[in-house]
């Protein structure tokens, strides 16, 4: 599998997302995506308590701990290279997590308006 090229919704280079955790359907750090990533995890979010209680109300508990498959649990404050959709359907509910637009895959622009992205942008440097 061949990643798509790694350009941001801003046109520019794709910067690293998180490392610890390490993110990303490559799990290099990085929100970079291609054809076999159906669930298209190319929005870069910052994790909320208020988020990781929805996702895990809607099925997907990204906060426990799943040692069989490598994965330590998100905490509030962690990056992940999160489904765009997911985003999208949180965003909706009023509890979308921030998003670190220079590490948000452009593919994630066929899902997720730009605006709304926007919205939810992240400013690098600082944690809320």
């Known amino acids: 599998m061949e990643p798509d090229d790694s ?3 801003l046109g ?3 910067v690293i997302c998180g490392t610890d955790p ?3 359907f490559f799990r290099d750090g990085m929100c970079n995506t291609c054809n076999a990533d159906q669930g298209s995890h190319t929005v870069c979010a910052i994790m909320t308590a208020e988020f990781l209680a929805f996702s895990k109300y809607v099925g997907n508990d990204l906060s426990t701990p799943r040692p069989e498959f490598g994965f330590v649990g998100l905490n509030p404050g962690d990056p992940w290279c999160l ?3 997911r985003f999208l359907q949180a ?3 009023g509890c979308g997590p921030k998003v670190h637009l220079e590490a948000t895959h452009k593919r994630a622009l066929d899902i ?3 605006k709304i992205l926007q919205a939810h942008a992240f400013e690098t440097g600082k944690k809320d």
């Open 12 to 14: 520019s280079a794709l």
């Open 91 to 93: 965003a909706e509910e």
């Open 83 to 85: 489904c765009a959709g």
């Open 7 to 9: 350009i941001n919704i």
């Open 112 to 114: 997720v308006p730009l």
């Open 22 to 24: 390490v993110t990303g």
